[in-house]
């Protein structure tokens, strides 16, 4: 079992070792994740922002305001990827390109959630809906998004409970390796060794941060 871990652990440390450029920088995976944790964040808050956003599109629409005039009076409450991603596509069409491919060409690369809200309103604006229309089409979509909302925040709710567990577990698992060690000289050994401060304890604390962030994950994908 040792021997496998072994080799496992080496064999990992070579592919690693190929993969990464020659030429990379130490720092070059910092600055990734922080650019992936800025792009996380961006798109929670277009999340969090969409329901605002298109009730503001909605009365709006019902004011009689065109399309384009309720997209900006409601970039001012959208925010992160879907804040960005409306502006570009309100500066274009200032520019004479057409509203619907103006929304069009902000969707690449969006999130989700701000692709889908984008999707929606290059239908509306290609297939050049009345007011009354857009007032419809979006209420239906909010209803549609509330409920689902409501749904996701009661799914989360009755996981609580779970998500509490595996975080209690990860925090008695490391504590009871440290009782152990200290009350068998034997496994105290055996952690304190080249192995067992190369393979064991890191393999231990790999396991933890990937069960942790595995149950993260069936929450959120749960919750969407």
């Given at each position: 079992?040792i021997g496998?871990?072994?080799i496992a652990?080496?064999?990992?440390l070579?592919?690693?070792a190929?993969?990464a ?5 130490p720092?070059?995976?910092l ?6 944790r800025?792009?996380r964040q961006?798109?929670r ?11 503001t ?8 305001l ?6 900006a009076?409601?970039?001012d ?5 879907l804040?960005?991603r409306l502006?570009s ?5 200032a520019?004479g ?6 929304l069009a060409a902000?969707r ?6 701000a692709?889908?809200?984008?999707a929606?309103l290059?239908?509306?604006a ?5 007011s009354d ?9 909010l ?6 909302r409501e749904?996701?925040?009661d799914?989360?709710?009755?996981t609580?409970?779970q998500r509490?567990?595996v ?9 009871l390796?440290l009782?152990?060690?200290a009350?068998?000289?034997t496994?105290?050994?055996?952690l304190?060794s080249?192995?067992?401060?190369f393979?064991?304890?890191p393999?231990?604390?790999?396991f933890?941060?990937?069960g ?5 994950r069936i929450v ?5």
């Amino acid at each position: 079992m040792i021997g496998v871990l072994a080799i496992a652990t080496c064999t990992a440390l070579v592919v690693l070792a190929i993969v990464a450029p020659s030429g990379a920088r130490p720092a070059a995976p910092l600055f990734a994740l922080q650019a992936r944790r800025r792009q996380r964040q961006a798109r929670r808050a277009a999340a969090a922002s969409l329901v605002p956003t298109l009730e503001t599109i909605l009365a709006a629409s019902r004011a009689g305001l065109p399309l384009r005039d309720a997209l900006a009076l409601a970039v001012d409450r959208a925010r992160g990827d879907l804040e960005a991603r409306l502006r570009s596509a309100l500066a274009n069409e200032a520019l004479g390109v057409a509203l619907a491919d103006a929304l069009a060409a902000s969707r690449p690369g969006a999130g989700d959630v701000a692709d889908a809200c984008l999707a929606e309103l290059e239908l509306c604006a290609r297939a050049r809906l009345p007011s009354d229309r857009v007032a419809a089409f979006v209420e239906d979509k909010l209803s549609t998004l509330r409920f689902e909302r409501e749904l996701a925040s009661d799914l989360a709710a009755r996981t609580a409970g779970q998500r509490f567990q595996v975080w209690v577990l990860a925090a008695i698992v490391p504590g009871l390796a440290l009782y152990l060690a200290a009350m068998s000289p034997t496994l105290g050994e055996e952690l304190r060794s080249p192995i067992g401060r190369f393979v064991f304890i890191p393999g231990g604390l790999l396991f933890e941060i990937a069960g942790l962030v595995l149950s993260r994950r069936i929450v959120e994908r749960a919750c969407r």
